[in-house]
């Protein structure tokens, strides 16, 4: 079980939208729509922004938005704003050898 | 709310054993989903350690799967970690999550505070 691939860090400004990718395998993120995506911000648990691809759950802002397209996940923030300056970490469900779970090496987003 | 709680010793010395503990409130694990570990070295990703169902089935990362023991004790609504033969490569935050695997989606979806372990002699 590799860790998918994230670009180390992003940035954009207040009022923009950036795109975070999250590349993987047939063996994880292509072969399934089970992508998640989790902001972490330092010294705090990670928070659920995004399940199953493109599901946000209940209290999330409408501004995160979860896609993909074969092997390769993305996160879209529109509408930056200062507090969503965080980490932010893809994971997949994976069966590659056990039915379990792959993260992603993380992408520190800094809001300009 | 399902909230979650790790609790064990901050500090293992090398080649002993990490044992970590889990309580669920406002959950019953009884009631189903599986419950997870996953850790974070200082400055790193996570990683995922393993999961367990609440009739004691379990799934481990296969690179600790040989180090790995994660266990429930459904009348205390809790369950464990223990990680053998540790090396300062193990030293991380450790948080406990529930694996919500085959329920309304593919997630951790509650998780702990995290606890910091550290392997130091």
């Known amino acids: 079980q590799s860790a998918l691939t994230q670009p180390a860090s992003v940035s954009g400004s207040p009022g923009q939208s950036i795109t975070i990718s999250c590349t993987g395998t047939?063996?994880?993120?292509?072969?399934?729509?089970?992508v998640s995506w989790y902001q972490q911000h330092p010294g705090k648990a990670p928070k659920l922004m995004i399940y199953d691809v493109s599901n946000r759950p209940s209290g999330v802002s409408n501004r995160f938005s979860g896609s993909k397209s074969g092997n390769t996940a993305s996160l879209t923030i529109s509408g930056l704003q200062a507090e969503d300056e965080a980490d932010y970490y893809c994971?997949?469900?994976?069966?590659?050898?056990?039915?379990?779970?792959?993260f992603g090496g993380g992408t520190k987003l800094t809001v300009l | 709310q399902v909230q979650l709680q790790e609790s064990g010793p901050g500090l293992v010395k090398p080649s002993e054993t990490l044992s970590l503990t889990c309580a669920v409130s406002g959950y019953s694990i009884s009631s189903g989903y599986y419950w997870g570990w996953i850790r974070q070295p200082p400055g790193k990703g996570l990683e995922w350690i393993g999961s367990?169902?609440?009739?004691?089935?379990?799934y481990y990362n296969p690179s600790l799967k040989s180090r790995v023991t994660i266990s429930v004790d459904t009348s205390k609504n809790q369950f464990s970690l223990k990680l053998s033969s540790v090396t300062a490569a193990d030293t991380a935050v450790y948080y406990c999550?529930?694996?919500?695997?085959?329920?309304?989606?593919?997630?951790?979806?509650?998780w702990g505070q995290g606890t910091l372990v550290t392997v130091s002699s």
């Open positions: 367990i169902y609440h009739s004691g089935s379990t």
């Open positions: 994971s997949s469900y994976t069966s590659s050898s056990t039915p379990g779970w792959v």
């Open positions: 999550a529930r694996d919500k695997r085959g329920y309304s989606g593919y997630d951790f979806d509650y």
């Open positions: 047939s063996s994880d993120v292509g072969g399934y729509n089970y």
